[in-house]
């Protein structure tokens, strides 16, 4: 609950060049922002994600079929697929008939092929509407930020949200991680508003956000419980708010209702034939841990959230679950592991993002807990609690395999941070001109990394990784996504090169770019496809994405798997193109 005080306070700030113009400034940085993204998108290929994301989306949109790549909620796909339907996009048919998912990665395959003359045209426009929720992100970061701060804190904190390169290298990626963060955002500033003046409108709102929040990333079901204790606690303690229980149980079903009902939109309300508890991807988890004797109702309970959410949208909730379950090979300074490390986001967080940041980052949270300490504002608890709660639930995450799943944490770190700044500048009248050279100074620095991060914000660490290369610190999308195989594949082109051995993680673009790719993962003993030249991935010099075995039956040890491409960790390479993709010549 927001003290008294808290809202004069707010407006407390001291009326400046800043303040005055607080709204155009943001709109100039967000415009900039934009641009920068946009100019990357022209230049980078999509990431071996966007491979499948964009076509599962077109046939979301044309087909209503949701089974491809179901193990992603609709949003992010269906926004990314509906400027294609503006062109004349071709996609092969889908079989109505259970399929696994090779066939959809075979649909896919032969969906770019088929439009692989505007390939760079298509890929362009689907990543637009990513571009558009991330500058719609940064407009709630100010207006939540201004509404709760002032108007200088929020530009501190747009400032910050336009220049972190993991915020530019995703804000123009179809994927959950952007979208989810708008959610997370979107959800907590409503479920705070609620619980400031309870009554069905807020309440409707607040289901209506954490339904967004469900069918942009799945991991964001787990506001589902917490939410539940919070209208249970608010059920018991309603006369101590002068709140009629029955009413608090009316805003539960009310936002009960709106919650599924977001959800079946976004879904287009498509419901395909309920699945077996033993034919979904829920099997990986449930058999292993019940018995026989729990083995119907859980049947049942499965058919029943079929009948009132998609299929689709539970399978993927169950996939993940079996993904959670399996664990992800990932790997951190020098070490790698299949389930995780408690730390890895954290550290991970600690590497890719720009220094000024992390520093003002750890000042800011600090200064939320003194604040708290001396009182509890409402305005403050709204930026700490759900950054806690997310920090844990990831430290729990046996998926490691990027700081982008960190981004929803993102906006609160902004906000805290603009709003830290602030209040120094607005405290320290003292030493008015020390701190604003400071804050100054900070900015400036944040900007530098940010151009020198350009274009290549994906693969971006700061000054604390600088002993050893990129890939022994981190892997995955953290080094390597696939988006500079266009870059490759112009530069052997250049050359007169046509074929070139490829280990990375986004190689069937490489045909559609022109180039063959040779074989050169192969079985011990086997003698790989002679080449001129060999690409490799970051992410598979580090040797956690390199796979476990071959199609003929022969499995790696995990010793052999890490480091099969060890001698290019040796070599010095040719060429390195985004920091993600070593070019090695083998001969002349």
């Not at 709630?140 to 509404?147: G, I, M, T």
């Not at 964001?220 to 539940?228: F, G, R, T």
């Not at 249970?232 to 805003?251: E, N, Q, S, T």
């Not at 490489?510 to 991935?537: C, H, K, M, N, S």
Request: with cysteine; hydrophobic share 50%; charged share 15%.
């Amino acid at each position: 609950m927001m003290l008294d005080g808290e809202k004069r306070e707010a407006g407390t700030t001291a009326p400046d060049f800043l303040s005055r113009r607080a709204g155009l400034l943001c709109a100039l940085l967000l415009a900039l922002m934009a641009a920068q993204m946009l100019a990357v998108i022209r230049q980078k290929s999509i990431t071996v994600d966007e491979w499948v994301m964009i076509p599962a989306g077109y046939y979301h949109l044309t087909a209503g079929d949701y089974r491809p790549v179901n193990e992603h909620p609709p949003f992010a796909k269906v926004i990314a697929a509906a400027p294609l339907l503006l062109t004349h996009t071709q996609a092969p048919p889908l079989d109505a008939a259970p399929h696994d998912y090779e066939y959809f990665l075979g649909k896919f395959d032969d969906f770019w092929h088929r439009n692989a003359v505007r390939f760079d045209y298509l890929t362009l426009w689907a990543r637009v509407p990513a571009i558009l929720v991330t500058l719609l992100l940064g407009a709630l970061v100010f207006v939540f930020a201004r509404r709760h701060w002032g108007a200088r804190a929020a530009l501190f904190a747009v400032a910050l949200y336009s220049l972190e390169p993991t915020v530019l290298a995703h804000g123009r990626v179809v994927q959950t991680d952007i979208p989810s963060a708008l959610a997370f955002l979107l959800f907590s500033f409503t479920l705070y508003e609620y619980l400031k003046s309870p009554d069905a409108r807020r309440a409707a709102y607040t289901g209506l956000t954490l339904g967004l929040a469900a069918v942009t990333k799945f991991s964001m079901i787990a506001l589902a419980p917490v939410l539940a204790v919070v209208l249970v606690a608010l059920f018991i303690l309603a006369p101590r708010r002068g709140l009629k229980r029955a009413r608090v149980a009316g805003h539960a079903v009310a936002l009960a209702f709106a919650a599924v009902v977001a959800v079946n939109a976004a879904y287009f309300f498509q419901h395909r034939r309920p699945e077996s508890l033993d034919d979904a991807l829920a099997r990986t988890v449930v058999p292993a841990r019940v018995g026989d004797a729990l083995h119907a109702p859980l049947e049942a309970g499965y058919y029943a959230l079929q009948v009132v959410f998609p299929a689709d949208f539970v399978s993927g909730i169950g996939w993940q679950l079996g993904h959670a379950h399996n664990g992800h090979q990932a790997g951190l300074l020098g070490m790698y592991s299949q389930y995780g490390w408690w730390y890895y986001f954290p550290v991970a967080f600690a590497l890719k993002t720009p220094l000024p940041i992390v520093l003002l980052v750890l000042a800011a949270v600090a200064w939320a807990l003194l604040r708290l300490r001396r009182r509890v504002e409402g305005r403050v608890l709204v930026l700490v609690l759900p950054l806690a709660f997310f920090t844990c639930l990831l430290m729990l995450s046996t998926i490691n395999i990027g700081v982008r799943y960190y981004l929803p944490a993102y906006p609160f770190f902004f906000i805290l941070s603009g709003a830290m700044v602030d209040d120094v500048l607005r405290r320290g009248c003292a030493r008015a001109g020390a701190a604003a050279a400071l804050a100054a100074l900070v900015f400036c620095w944040v900007a530098v990394e940010a151009v020198r991060a350009f274009p290549d914000h994906m693969t971006y660490m700061n000054q604390l990784a600088s002993a050893r290369p990129h890939w022994w610190y981190l892997s995955d999308s953290n080094v390597e996504w696939g988006d500079d195989v266009r870059d490759l594949a112009l530069y052997l082109r250049a050359r007169g090169e046509h074929r070139v051995g490829a280990a990375i993680l986004d190689w069937p673009l490489l045909d559609i770019y022109g180039l063959e790719a040779a074989q050169v993962f192969v079985p011990p003993g086997e003698r790989a496809e002679d080449v001129r030249y060999v690409a490799v991935g970051a992410s598979l010099l580090n040797g956690s994405t390199v796979p476990g075995g071959f199609d003929n039956g022969v499995v790696l040890t995990e010793g052999e798997r890490v480091n099969y491409f060890e001698q290019f960790r040796r070599r010095a390479p040719e060429k390195i193109f985004g920091g993600s993709i070593y070019l090695y010549r083998m001969k002349e």
